[in-house]
């Protein structure tokens, strides 16, 4: 279960960018972290709100962490959103 409001996730406009690429393809830390002027650490530490906020997934291959959007977890912003065109 995610502990981290969605909304307070997509706050940061790191994470934005980071959800824009992965809705593109589903890509590595060290893929996402080339297109931020940061550090690959707080890549990481961007993804992992993005986890625990459940708007991405995340699975191995090998050695590697392949992240992609998490389309469910959209769910409770869509919701809310929603509303305002009923």
């Not at 590697?64 to 305002?84: E, S, T």
């Amino acid at each position: 279960m995610s502990n981290t409001d969605p909304f307070s996730a997509i706050a940061d406009p790191n994470r934005r960018f980071l959800l824009e690429e992965l809705r593109r393809a589903p890509r590595t830390v060290n893929e996402l972290a080339e297109g931020l002027p940061i550090s690959r650490p707080a890549v990481s530490q961007h993804l992992k709100a993005l986890l625990e906020s459940n708007l991405v997934s995340v699975t191995s291959e090998g050695t590697k962490r392949i992240y992609a959007v998490n389309n469910r977890g959209f769910d409770k912003l869509n919701l809310w959103l929603d509303q305002f065109w009923a």
